[in-house]
């Protein structure tokens, strides 16, 4: 019996997909730049299944792709064209929140779960699982923690590697590590749960966390403002951050991000006039209803506009507009991939480097590719700007844009490591970014990579053509 047959005998025959047409959203990623051929879809349903599907799979030499909410930018959830045998492991069904403790702000969640669901699940309690990105409706815990995953509140509470407490994780072998302690403080040895996170389903699979959970926010204020440049958004930070208000959010957008917004998305509204250069979405938030955000946040911007560094204000006055404002963040990766083909970057820069590092790129891309359309939109907060180079308007053809203008990835990339940056700020490796891990990372650090994957997984059975070159 094949091992595929043997895993349906195991998990139940409808949860193994083999028909081509059931495959195929899991045979390409979310860009549709990535397609694989695996030979089933694997759909267990506890811990236990994971680990006895890893097991099977190892006996017959299959290679085993990890895939989440299938979300990531990098290709990595997908297994390479002309790779070796493999089928995708989906932990889909394991998606049941197995705890929640709001007085040990703790919430343990199986890798299936959507992130959005988590978040729910810790208002329901009176907490915030406090992560926010544009994908959270779909994409899922293992995935967030694979990836070790951004978004909009990194500056204020980290990616999801702060978040986490303890893991549980099916190793290449089929041995389950179960380290789903709550606790605060472990200094009992290595802390392995770290080579996972980030790990992008390298090293093993994860299929359930212990999460920290914050405080519920009890005010939050959102504005949308026009700066004139980067240095004044720069200056606004610093304000901002100095007005006694806990910044959560602080987002820089180029106008022509706003305007392909304005353009492709459904229902969103820009709030102010698309006039200036760049604008800023900011948050503050307070965890007591006393604290007068809302007149911090307006003497704040009220200072700011005396100093020229913002040139215009919308504050949103209820949740529904606040939502609006942040549409327009969330949604904007989905109306850049309807106007046309981009060739992307996911670079970050110390925050003070942000408006040298976006001078010397656009001065660079013009230079090379005066056809394209520069955008730029990111965390500024935390020095994560993605900078990306648009095919001419009417352009569709991304494979002809990339044949002409694919070398401005790496040249981007070179301009935030000599600025202090790094070529992968958030989105990870995956397939797309292996040629910048040869160029970027130092000898020792590539060694030390190869000598932890060589130790979990000798025969490189698990997501194989992920992150090492
Ligand atoms: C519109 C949009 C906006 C985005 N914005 C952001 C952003 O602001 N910040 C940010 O960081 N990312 C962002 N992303 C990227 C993406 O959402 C994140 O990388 C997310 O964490 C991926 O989660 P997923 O469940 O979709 O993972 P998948 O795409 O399914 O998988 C990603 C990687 O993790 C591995 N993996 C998945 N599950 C497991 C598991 N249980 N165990 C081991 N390995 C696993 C896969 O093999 C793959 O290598 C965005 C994506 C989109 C489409």
């Known amino acids: 019996m094949s091992s595929i047959a043997s895993v349906a005998e195991l998990i139940g025959p409808a949860n193994?997909?083999?028909?081509?047409?059931?495959?195929?959203p899991y045979a390409v990623d979310w860009r549709g730049v990535y397609r694989g051929t695996p030979e089933a879809v694997l759909r267990p349903g506890t811990t236990q299944e994971v680990a006895e599907v890893v097991k099977r799979c190892a006996a017959d030499n299959l290679s085993i792709v990890p895939a989440g909410g299938r979300t990531g930018l990098c290709g990595g959830a997908v297994p390479p064209a002309n790779g070796p045998r493999s089928v995708v492991l989906s932990l889909e069904r394991l998606n049941r929140i197995r705890d929640i403790d709001p007085r040990d702000f703790s919430l343990v969640a199986e890798a299936g779960c959507v992130v959005q669901n988590v978040q729910q699940a810790a208002a329901e309690v009176g907490r915030l699982f406090p992560?926010?990105?544009?994908?959270?409706?779909?994409?899922?815990?293992?995935?967030?923690l694979s990836t070790n995953a951004g978004g909009i509140r990194t500056l204020r509470w980290g990616n999801a590697r702060e978040l986490v407490l303890g893991l549980e994780v099916v190793l290449p072998d089929g041995r389950i590590l179960d380290d789903l302690r709550r606790v605060r403080k472990d200094n009992s040895g290595y802390a392995l749960r770290h080579l996972f996170i980030g790990g992008e389903g390298t090293l093993g699979v994860i299929t359930a966390a212990a999460l920290r959970l914050q405080p519920a926010l009890k005010r939050v204020e959102t504005a949308f403002v026009a700066v004139p440049s980067p240095d004044a958004a720069l200056s606004l930070f610093s304000r901002v951050m100095e007005s006694g208000a806990e910044v959560i959010g602080f987002?820089?957008?180029?106008?022509?991000?706003?305007?392909?917004?304005?353009?492709?998305?459904v229902g969103l509204r820009i709030p102010l006039p698309l006039e200036s250069p760049w604008f800023v979405m900011l948050e503050l938030a307070a965890a007591h209803e006393s604290i007068p955000l809302r007149t911090i946040l307006e003497d704040t911007l009220g200072e700011a506009m005396a100093a020229d560094e913002v040139t215009d204000a919308a504050i949103a006055e209820s949740e529904a507009q606040r939502q609006a404002i942040w549409k327009i963040r969330e949604d904007y990766p989905e109306c850049s991939r309807i106007d046309g083909p981009a060739i992307g970057t996911d670079t970050s820069v110390p925050v003070s480097a942000v408006p040298e590092f976006l001078r010397i790129a656009q001065r660079e891309m013009t230079a090379r590719w005066p056809e394209g359309r520069m955008s730029a939109i990111g965390h500024a907060g935390d020095g994560n700007i993605h900078v990306s180079l648009h095919a001419p308007a009417g352009m569709m053809d991304r494979a002809a844009w990339v044949a002409r203008a694919g070398e401005m990835e790496p040249m981007v990339n070179a301009i935030a490591v000599s600025l202090g940056g790094s070529f992968s700020a958030e989105h990870g490796i995956g397939q797309s970014k292996r040629h910048a891990m040869a160029t970027h990372k130092s000898q020792v650090a590539m060694d030390l990579m190869r000598t932890i994957k060589d130790a979990l997984d000798p025969a490189h059975r698990m997501n194989p053509g992920k992150v090492l070159p």
């Open 16 to 24: 193994v997909l083999s028909a081509a047409e059931d495959v195929a």
């Open 131 to 144: 992560i926010q990105w544009g994908a959270q409706g779909t994409a899922q815990i293992g995935g967030m």
């Open 251 to 265: 987002e820089l957008c180029a106008r022509f991000c706003m305007e392909t917004a304005a353009k492709h998305g």
